[in-house]
Each structure stands twice: as structure tokens, then as C-alpha cells.
T-cell receptor
């Protein structure tokens, strides 16, 4: 049981380039999330999904797109990278509980845009 | 939106000391989680605690939902406890809203 995995771990892009970050979970969780973490701050939600084929915007969605074609995978795309997207990106997943949803996080992807 | 405030922002301890970290939130929540972000950047789940008290080894947490705060207790601190501790809350069963964290440094 690997939990939540992210690919790649590190990436350097030039301004204007595109890339896709892959998140995979093997816990059969319905919900998946993409967050970004900037220096000295907590995490902020980019996009999330409440099930296969569904996506929704979070707090900071501009410049990103997502897709959830399979229940276990959640992709985050940057179509035209900008230096402001330099950050650490975390994926998370959760199951439904009677109250809220405990979220489990992947190891993160460190992205630098030059 | 809901506000999450953590205190203190920074904490420096000698090995073996005890500490209490606080998380205040501005509205009712369905979920509250405590995380430890280690020096390598990994986020480790400590507690899922929307209410009540839980203990795990040297760590324990209490959430008083009616008064909108949670406390994380670290006893007999060790150098491996160093890092940033985040409190995060969830209102609608979707996004976690994170506080800015408490940076803990434990020296030997």
C-alpha cells in the first residue's frame, strides 16, 4: 500500500513551457486534491475532485487545469508556466467519513519556473 | 471565509521540554487535522480530531469545537520533533484551510 504518490519529485521549467504533474492513490479514495505551498505559508487549494470525471476550482485555480479520468489518478497541468508558479505542489486524497474527510498527502513536487 | 490562526509562530525548546501549540478557528468545522512538516518537506498526519481528545505516544491533541480551538501537546520533546506544525480545518467536506504554522526547533 503506497498511499499517495506524486510524479515527478522535482522539475525545472522555463517560462512558457508546459507540464503535467501526476498524482496516484491506491486507497480507493473518492476525493482528491491539489495544493500549493509557498515559502513561509500553509497550503492553498488549487483544484479538487469529488469523484471520477468531476473537478472543481479551489482558492487559487488560475493558470492550472486538472483531469480525473480514473478514480486513482488526478492530473495537474500547467499550460504556460510562469515564475509565479514556482512552488511545492502537494496532492492529497480522502475518503468520506460521517463528519469531515481526513486527508492524506503525497510527498510533494518541487517546481521551479525560470 | 474561515480564518485559522496558530500560535506561537516560532518555538525554541531544549530536548526534554514540553510544549503546547494552539489553533484558533473562526467558525464551526467538520474536520480538524494536525500535521507535522519535517525538514525534508514531508507532511505527516498527526491527528484527525474534529472534537475531543486523542493521544499518540508523546503527542496528544484536544479540540473544543464549541469554543473553536484546538491544542497540540508535545511532551519530552526530541530533536526529531523539529519542523513546522500545521493545523488545518474543513467546513464543507472539501478543502482544508491551513494556518500559517508553528515552527518548532528542538536542540540537544
Amino acid at each position: 500500500n503506497a498511499g499517495v504518490t506524486q510524479t515527478p519529485k522535482f522539475r525545472v521549467l522555463k517560462t512558457g513551457q508546459s507540464m503535467t504533474l501526476l498524482c496516484a492513490q491506491d486507497m480507493n479514495h473518492e476525493y482528491m486534491y491539489w495544493y500549493r505551498q509557498d515559502p513561509g505559508m500553509g497550503l492553498r487549494l488549487i483544484h479538487y475532485s469529488v469523484g471520477e470525471g468531476t473537478t472543481a476550482k479551489g482558492e487559487v485555480p488560475d493558470g492550472y487545469n486538472v483531469s480525473r479520468l480514473k478514480k486513482q489518478n488526478f492530473l495537474l497541468g500547467l499550460e504556460s508556466a510562469a515564475p509565479s508558479q514556482t512552488s511545492v505542489y502537494f496532492c492529497a486524497s480522502s475518503y468520506s467519513t460521517s463528519g469531515g474527510h481526513e486527508q492524506y498527502f503525497g510527498p510533494g513536487t518541487r517546481l521551479t519556473v525560470t | 471565509g474561515i480564518q485559522v490562526e496558530q500560535s506561537p509562530p516560532d518555538l525554541i525548546l531544549q530536548e526534554g521540554a514540553n510544549s503546547t501549540l494552539r489553533c484558533n478557528f473562526s467558525d464551526s468545522v467538520n474536520n480538524l487535522q494536525w500535521f507535522h512538516q519535517n525538514p525534508w518537506g514531508q507532511l505527516i498526519n498527526l491527528f484527525y480530531i474534529p472534537s475531543g481528545t486523542k493521544q499518540n505516544g508523546r503527542l496528544s491533541a484536544t479540540t473544543v469545537a464549541t469554543e473553536r480551538y484546538s491544542l497540540l501537546y508535545i511532551s519530552s520533546s526530541q530533536t526529531t520533533d523539529s519542523g513546522v506544525y500545521f493545523c488545518a480545518v474543513d467546513q464543507a467536506g472539501t478543502a482544508l484551510i491551513f494556518g500559517k504554522g508553528t515552527t518548532l526547533s528542538v536542540s540537544s
